[in-house]
């Protein structure tokens, strides 16, 4: 996830870009970087770091005078957060400059073929690639710069939002979306381009969100012109009053990032699926898993190292690798991992999960299994992070910067990825058919969706946490695939709201904590209809034996919970290894609105930290 921002009109285009860079550094802030054209010269100044790096630089190295200019924050993808891969980049005439969020997953061939023809290439980024095959074209076929970028962007595979502009001809900007958004704010005699809105919202409220798949062209300040990126067919530009305010953009319009991480949990797991798994072929692609197939296939065991809510998802990766890969799996904390001269072998895997990549246990964690002689690989979100790089292999979740403490699209995305990657390992060690596979990959793409329609679940949680806020304690309780949900669960309400939980594996109850259940107590309990259910409602009953207050996580459609239950909370089905996908959604909706009932302060809880780079 990246943030661009971009204007042509009659003011000065440094302090406006600046300030919509800041803020949409949410949504990246590896490194920053603005292109100005001041009448006579392009100037371009970049720089890994933030936003606030970059001013520091910029005010000291170029004029910053001119009325058309675009900007970049970034969350790398392809090629580490450095200066030169920071955007945005320049044609090799030295023309044409872009910037680009999303990823052009062509951009490999596209680039031999581009070199083929001459063309040389500075950074590691597929966006270079891209600013230099639109000028390939432009040349190619002596065609203006909207054309180009629209025969360009009809060869590449990805995602994109783009912002391009000629310095010899600096009365235009090109754009164009397809799976990142992009809006165009219609001032008096200026544009305005942005991510989301909140970079122009004090200077207009007249917004087009382009659609997926469409292209304008902004010029002279005046005339703005949409097509279809695909048969050039024109669209009626539809201008939308926006209804936003000041205070409310700094976190995309939502009141907290957490809440803002929830919702975008949909486009998340999309993201962590996209360009690896093809369903129709039946093949998931993962290069860190590709290129180092042998050690996996090999494996004595797979051991999983990590803290908090990572460590949540490694036990629900055990469930999932076991069940589909038949692979011995052991899930450590990284914390007591590095300090108890653990049995590693040198044919075991460890996989080190880390939404930040920085976490100190987990790095000490996997620097005693590499001393141990194990290949270990990473799970990572935050790209370039010292875990990704202390690791032989990995993969990175793609979730997009997680600012809320309270982890939880990262979760998810640490779910999804793993799952992936016990499935490319079942179908290669032969344990699920071809249609095996396919079906859990056709069900897997249904995802996203189903977890949308779990968010609808809000207004539920917003009853249930109003009537619950209150409570000193609570209890979760899941089973299987869902026990780990359920330490998620208790997790969450414990590090936002302060209130004390703790999570079982339902069956557990009986051996414990059944003696705290009471007419006080609040039970979440996780029942969907595929997982040993009537397991789960013997377990409800026995808490309504004992006056226990129960919020039942079920199964569209059910009915027996829903008897026993004193609130229901449904998701959508799935098949079973994929439950801790939807049922997390409500228990992170249910913490939320406790916390904030509860006037705690959601994104930034008491004594923690986003990244706990300390013992
Ligand atoms: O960045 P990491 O995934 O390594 O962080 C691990 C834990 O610190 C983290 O998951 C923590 O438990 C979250 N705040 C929980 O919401």
Request: with cysteine; glycine share 8%.
């Amino acid at each position: 996830m990246c943030g661009i921002v971009g204007y042509i009109g009659h003011r000065e285009a440094y302090p406006i870009i600046l300030q919509g860079l800041q803020r949409l550094e949410y949504r990246g802030y590896d490194s920053a970087g603005i292109a100005l054209y001041d009448g006579d010269h392009l100037k371009v100044c970049k720089t890994k770091g933030k936003v606030e790096d970059l001013k520091n630089r910029l005010e000291s190295e170029i004029s910053t005078k001119g009325t058309i200019g675009i900007g970049h924050t970034r969350w790398a993808t392809h090629g580490v957060p450095n200066d030169i891969n920071s955007h945005p980049h320049i044609s090799n005439s030295g023309n044409l400059v872009i910037i680009h969020n999303g990823i052009i997953e062509n951009y490999d061939p596209l680039r031999q073929e581009l070199i083929n023809r001459g063309y040389s290439f500075q950074s590691d980024t597929d966006t270079e690639v891209l600013v230099n095959l639109i000028e390939d074209v432009k040349s190619k076929e002596n065609v203006k710069l909207g054309k180009a970028v629209q025969i360009a962007l009809n060869q590449t595979i990805g995602a994109y939002a783009i912002a391009v502009f000629d310095k010899t001809k600096p009365n235009e900007i090109v754009v164009a979306r397809l799976g990142s958004p992009l809006a165009i704010g219609v001032g008096d005699d200026e544009f305005f381009i942005a991510s989301d809105a909140t970079p122009f919202i004090e200077y207009t409220n007249n917004a087009i969100y382009l659609e997926d798949g469409e292209m304008a062209v902004v010029r002279n300040h005046k005339e703005l012109e949409i097509r279809k990126i695909k048969d050039d067919s024109l669209v009626d530009p539809y201008i939308q009053e926006l209804q936003l305010n000041l205070e409310q953009i700094e976190k995309g319009g939502y009141d907290h990032f957490m809440i803002k991480e929830i919702y975008e949990q949909p486009d998340a797991i999309t993201d962590t699926f996209r360009g690896r798994m093809k369903t129709k072929e039946g093949i998931i692609r993962m290069a860190g898993i590709d290129d180092n197939i042998d050690k996996f296939l090999n494996a004595r065991r797979i051991v999983v190292v990590a803290c908090g809510t990572s460590w949540h998802a490694g036990l629900v990766a055990e469930y999932i690798f076991e069940e589909f890969a038949r692979i011995p799996v052991e899930v450590e904390y990284a914390s007591e991992f590095r300090y108890r001269n653990p049995v590693i072998y040198e044919d075991d895997v460890v996989i080190a999960i880390s939404q930040s990549g920085e976490t100190a246990d987990t790095m000490a964690a996997i620097k005693l299994a590499k001393e141990k002689g194990a290949f270990v690989f990473g799970v990572c979100n935050v790209v370039g992070s010292s875990i990704s790089r202390e690791t032989h292999a990995g993969a990175y979740t793609h979730a997009g910067p997680e600012i809320g403490v309270a982890s939880t699209k990262a979760f998810t995305t640490q779910i999804t990825i793993l799952t992936l990657i016990a499935l490319k390992l079942a179908k290669l060690k032969g344990k699920l058919s071809l249609t095996e596979f396919r079906t859990y990959l056709q069900e897997l793409e249904s995802i996203p969706a189903k977890v949308a329609e779990a968010l609808k679940s809000n207004e539920q949680a917003i009853r249930v946490a109003a009537q619950y806020k209150d409570v000193a304690n609570a209890l979760y309780l899941g089973r299987g695939y869902n026990f780990p949900v359920a330490l998620e669960g208790a997790l969450k309400l414990k590090e936002i709201s302060y209130i004390h939980a703790e999570g079982y594996p339902a069956a557990e109850m009986k051996h414990g904590p059944i003696a705290l259940i009471d007419e006080e107590m609040p039970v979440v309990v996780i029942a969907t209809r595929q997982g040993h259910y009537e397991k789960v409602v013997s377990n409800i009953e026995e808490i309504k034996a004992r006056s226990g207050k129960i919020i039942g996580i079920v199964s569209k459609g059910d009915t027996e919970v829903k008897k026993l239950a004193d609130h229901v909370i449904e998701i959508p089905e799935t098949l079973e290894p994929f439950t801790p996908l939807l049922t997390t959604i409500p228990l992170q909706l249910l913490s939320y609105h406790i916390a904030v009932m509860l006037g705690k302060n959601v994104d930034q809880p008491r004594n923690l930290a986003k990244s706990v780079t300390v013992e």
